[in-house]
């Protein structure tokens, strides 16, 4: 795949086309408008296997003829695609194909949208001579809780056991037996859960592998498809909404190799039962569910914010750059209030962040195709943004790339790494300050196994947790210096690439949602992070609360601390998707749109901006949230004069400066890097009211400091005796996701506590048995699962599950906690 | 507007409306990823042997032949528990090589009996009375579960032919008869048929001239 | 005309087998001499020079394949082909079970020639006595320092490791036994890449047939010009045959390729049992289209006058059906065997063995039509130059042959509904 070579022409039935020698003369003929049919060749799947042999064509000069799927073009090539020889061939193929084929098209979901059936069509004899009986599976068959097997209609094409043995890598889905015998199983008939598996629906080219959700639910012919941007995670992948009668019916991928290579994770596949779940909230409300008119809600909650005035704070979440840069507006000019975070905690201050956003040490998702070394830090990218995990993957399998990981617990990419380190919980500071000097000078040093991989890279990116930071300010800064230390700002192909908590918490920073940042992340009177709100609401300093798609109480650590501060809080005004824990301590609470509903943009953490469309109705009585908030400011006496969301986003991108002159039509359907948005044109044709302006943040790229020599830089104390150190993840099932889906309902996970074959034995705990995991107080329960890879002294659980939230427990800072077996009595 | 009663909307008079829509579906079973060694009590003897394998070879899955024979030779067949435990061992789910094992005749993923019998019905031996021994093997076995005989492609003895493989060693040309005596040879623990087996077999052309 | 035995010399001395035995008759002196005096460019030169080709099916030049590997340090192997699945074929056996020390040493020769420094023998799973030989005379040959680290102080290594199948035909496809041997399901690669080039583990890998390399020692001891002096122009050197089927004395002959066909089937295994005619042959195993005996009785039996005669040589296994056999019913035999073998990867040979079988099936059932025999032909046109690899074709070639050849006969079958056989 890696590296292309140079042009070349070769002679199609005739015709000259122009092509790129060592692609697939497929390929060249697709882009010369020469259609060859195709069933088991699919180029994300890595080498063609040459199995379906659809795709037979003349080369001269050959007498056998060729698999156009898995021959190389080269120059002055002669190919034939259409002559009695190769139709006699392809027709025999399909003649094949279908001698097993139940041809049961008309109760086939397929059907209308089947390439068996177009290129039966198009290529095939037209009637088959087969008389014999043709084989029988029991169908359907459950493949898993999400896809329905049928194996009668299965034609063999290695399409869906290639995907789980070399994308997603789970290898639970293989060929069994032999010969015309083969089928598509699973060990021992268990289900097929994976949590990338149903591309494989995508994936067959006939109708053996279907989605239940999806099953006799509508037709080609009535369906239309709508593309628009997933935003259950960071990763944004692009995803087109199959809607019929003006509902989401089916979520397929939209192929975009800058950002997700057209997979889709089983989150943003089967995530859309929820938009129509009883717990949405489907208007707007007041405190006990008393709902009310728009004017009425929108009047309460101006009252509320005039109330709390300057001592308001606002939190967002899940929320578009236009939404951000709107509720950040109310703060900071309706009310005057500098208080605004979109972080679960707290964070880098802005200086730190303005360096971590300059474009030289930034990496784009593509650029980990070729990176030569890829290091994965303080994150989980599985359940933390998927759709790279498949991305790394790839980058080792296909192109060689070497990937090093270092985080506090074990990652589903562990086996693939060439270097493994473990540090503390907490530990991160320090291990990257290690490994800064381990980079720099040689010698041996904790982090040496990571350095030896990454020393002499060609090119590093660096993909990160955000939640590292919240370790403290040294965390940033060593993170910095590493970046240093690896020259990234030097070596093309190099850079950083973060892994937020939230959808879209890069462009929320950029849009000013930050406590000392306004848009463009110009400095600002710094207010309130996440955590002092929390502590100034508890203490009575603040007196109002604008929460924009967040939870706290689920998703923010310390809930204690948390239900105490917004039972304190005067008035809570609550944007929210669905009905919560929080939204049920709220004055007011207004109902979000979905992202098959929103029309807004997003920034993915690699800076492309991206436009989430409006596929599907709103249920209820919806409205857009930047219409909602441009009311809002409007009724506390500030127009902001947006009037639509095109107004929306041209304020935005008026105001931060590196967003300065792009246009919606620049975003089109595969977004744009604003990091690549073309200078000149900033401020220039594309906005003609801004004067020109910088392309980047304001650049105060003062060298890192050589050493981070910071009090985090300290190893973490070792827990005390008895008690193990608690490291907590977000799980990728973990939340509304899997409550509020009712197809991914077997998935929400039960909270669990991991810890090491030694400390399960020195605390005499076995798999399976409930435990109270506890810290001074609070403590949650758990069952006992023991995992070889995890290390002594540390154990793991779940943020954000609806039992057990580990967030109970945490406090914003290292913590350690006591296992005990649940007596029973 | 809830998906069902949405799906019963636009389908009123047609198909029923998939469960999993409603309240979703429970997988009866977990999915078997790649076992952890702890999980799956493997014999000291037979994560030995696998190991001792693993280290012979330029790459650790080219052992997962040898490993499901170890396997079966341990439990008869290559029992869900046994592959299980081979994975754990190879570090590779039980799917791949529950898919390596299926695709071979001589690994079994279903019990069979301990003693095996082979016949070839190939073209050689099929001209020279290979049903008629299969048949003959098929009789004086009945339903014994011991026994597992089954019809089998050329086992490369067409020069003893008709022949069969009994506990994996060649024996021909053989009567259809002594298919009997064979079995209650194995019955008692003897010998099978001696003066049949391959390697007491000459050159056809005798010693060199 | 008597035998002519290089590789089958003393096989009948049961001693043979071991280190001793094999030393005894002068075993190992061509490793030694090969290892200490010789560089892989000469070996390679002898035994392209000799034209030995290979004896696995395709014939090829074993040395020139040789020579297709790239020079230079990286990991390279050699694979020996033990898999002999094909029916007819049983000479691999033979020649493991009597002489297992001559294929090591053939194998240690080629692998110093091409540069190896692991080698495999991939023996199918139903050869256990003959894995259970290679095993002890591989531990003999590590033992005595003709395998391993340093072999015989000549600071080059060689590790053998014998390798069991576990029963698929098509593990003895070169690439398939590549996947087979990476712990795979035992599935063709698309060529190109050839293993040469591309093989085991992706690296050079080097695939020869037991008899192939059993020859190798004979080359490099006595030279290239010796071996020609066996043999014809196009194919020095003896052939190991199976004979079997409806002949008096079925086994293995070693022959000077060349010689008349007749004296094979005749002379040496006895031809059909008394007052029976020869009806047809398969000359190169099953995989080769049937020859009637007026074809093919007077041929010499070579690769290219096999080839000639619109068959091949293959891997030298003669099946003999005399006046008795059905030919309907052998074709389904036949059919069969590729039915149950075909690994199922591609379309032609999956759907087409599967779709041939039921159709002989319902010929010999006479529950066809003439037509069916037009579209059984069809079919085998249909399969043959689109598969993967070659074993559609190799049932696509002979099955098609006998429908061409013995056309009346399976419409007879047909007609008379006729399923008896007499057998011999
Ligand atoms: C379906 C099929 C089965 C084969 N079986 C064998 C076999 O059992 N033994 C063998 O030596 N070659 C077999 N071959 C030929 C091999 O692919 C390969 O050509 C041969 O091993 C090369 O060795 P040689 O050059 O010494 O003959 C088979 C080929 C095909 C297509
Ligand atoms: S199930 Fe579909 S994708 Fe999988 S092998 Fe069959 S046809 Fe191909
Ligand atoms: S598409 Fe080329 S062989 Fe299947």
Known sequence: MGSRGQEITLIIDGREVGATEGEMLHDAAKRGDVEIPVFCYEPKLGEPVGACRMCLVEIEGIPKLQTSCSTPVRDGMVVHTRTDQVKHAQSAVVEFLLVNHPLDCPVCDKGGECPLQDISMGWGPGKSRFTDPKRHFQKPLELSPLVAIDRERCILCYRCVRFSQEVSEDEQLQLLDRGDRTFVGTFDDRPYVAPFHGNITDLCPVGALTNYTYRFRARPWDIEQAGSVCTLCPSQCNVSFTIRDEEVVRVVARDNAEVDDGWLCDRGRYGFEMFVAEERVRGPRLRGGVEVSWEEAIAKAAAALEAGGAQSAAIVGDASNEEGYLVQRIMREALGSPNIDSRPSSGPARETLVKLAQPEISARVRDIDDAGVILVLGTDPLHSSPILDLRIRKAIRRNGAKLAVATEAPTTLDGGATAVARYAPGGATHFLSDLANGLRNPDQGEASEIAETLRDAESVVVIWGDRIAREGAGAATALLDVASALELGGKDGSGLLEVPDFTNARGLREAGCLPDASPGLTATATGKDTESIRAALESGELKTLLLFGVDPLRDFPDTEAWKKALAAADHIVAFSTFETATTAMADVVFPLETHAEKDGTVSHPDGRLQRVRPSASRPGDIRPNWGVLAELSLTLGHDTNISSQPSAFAALANTVPFYAGITDSDIGGRGIRWQEAVPERAGGAGSPDTEPKAPTPPAETAPAPRRAASAEAAPPAPPAAGSLALSTYRDLWAGPITELNPPLRFLAPQQRVELSVSDAQRLGLSSGEEVSVSRNGSSVLARVAIKERVPEGTCLLIEGTAEGNANGLLNGSRVSVQIEKIVAA | MSPESGFEAHNAQSLPVDPSLVEGRVPDRPPEQVPELHEVDCPPELRERIEALMSRYPDRRSVSIPALWAVQRLYGWCTPQGIRQAAAVMRVTPAYLESVASFYDLLHTEPVGTHKVAVCTNISCWMRGGDELLDAFRAAVGDEADFFVTGFECLGACDISPMASIDERYFGPLEAAEAQTAIEQLRAGDAVLPEKALEKRPLPGGPDA | ?424
């Open chain 3, 1 to 424: 005309m008597p035998e002519t035995r290089l590789l089958l010399k003393n096989a009948e001395d049961p001693a043979l087998r071991t280190l001793d035995g094999y030393k005894g008759y002068g075993g190992y002196a061509t490793l030694e001499k090969a290892y200490r005096e010789m560089e892989a460019e000469d070996v390679l030169k002898e035994l392209e020079d000799s034209g030995l080709r290979g004896r696995g099916g395709a014939g090829f030049s074993m040395g020139k394949k040789a020579s297709f590997l790239p020079r230079g340090e990286m990991q390279k192997y050699l694979c020996c082909n033990a898999d002999e699945s094909e029916p007819g074929a049983f000479k691999d056996r033979e020649l493991m079970q009597r002489n297992p020390h001559q294929l090591i040493e053939g194998i240690a020769i080629a692998a110093l020639a091409a540069g190896a420094g692991h080698a495999f023998i991939f023996i199918r799973g139903e050869y256990d006595l003959q894995a259970d030989i290679l095993d002890m005379a591989v531990a003999e040959a590590y033992e005595a320092g003709y395998l391993g680290e340093d072999i015989l102080g000549t600071r080059r290594d060689l590790q053998l490791i014998v390798h069991r199948g576990a029963g698929a035909y098509i593990c003895g496809e070169e690439t398939a036994l590549l996947d087979a041997l990476e712990g795979k399901r035992g599935n063709p690669r698309l060529k190109p890449p050839f293993p040469a080039v591309q093989g085991l583990y992706g690296g050079p890998t080097l695939i020869n047939n037991v008899e192939t390399l059993s020859n190798v020692p004979h080359i490099v001891s006595n030279g290239a010009e010796w071996f020609r002096g066996f043999g014809t122009e196009q194919s020095p050197g003896t052939k190991v045959v199976s004979v079997s089927g409806c002949v008096r004395r079925p086994g293995n002959y070693e022959v000077e390729l060349g010689i008349p066909t007749r004296e094979l089937i005749m002379d040496l295994a006895g031809g059909p049992a008394e007052g029976h005619e020869l009806k047809a042959f398969y000359p190169g195993g099953s995989s080769s289209p049937v020859l009637k005996a007026e074809e093919g009785l007077d041929l010499p039996y070579s690769f290219e006058a096999m080839a000639e005669a619109g068959s091949m040589l293959g891997s030298g296994s003669i099946i003999v059906a005399d006046d008795r056999v059905s030919i309907p019913h052998m074709a389904l035999r036949t059919a069969r065997f590729y039915h149950h073998e075909s690994c199922g990867k591609c379309t032609p040979c999956r759907e087409g063995t599967n779709w041939t079988v039921k159709m002989l099936e319902r010929v010999v059932r006479g529950e066809a039509t003439p037509m069916d025999l037009d579209i059984i032909s069809s079919v085998q046109e249909n399969i043959i130059g689109h598969c993967l690899c070659v074993l559609g074709d190799s049932m696509a070639m002979p099955v098609g042959a006998m429908v061409r050849k013995f056309r009346e006969e399976f419409e007879v079958v047909i007609a008379e509904n006729q399923t008896e056989l007499v057998t011999a």
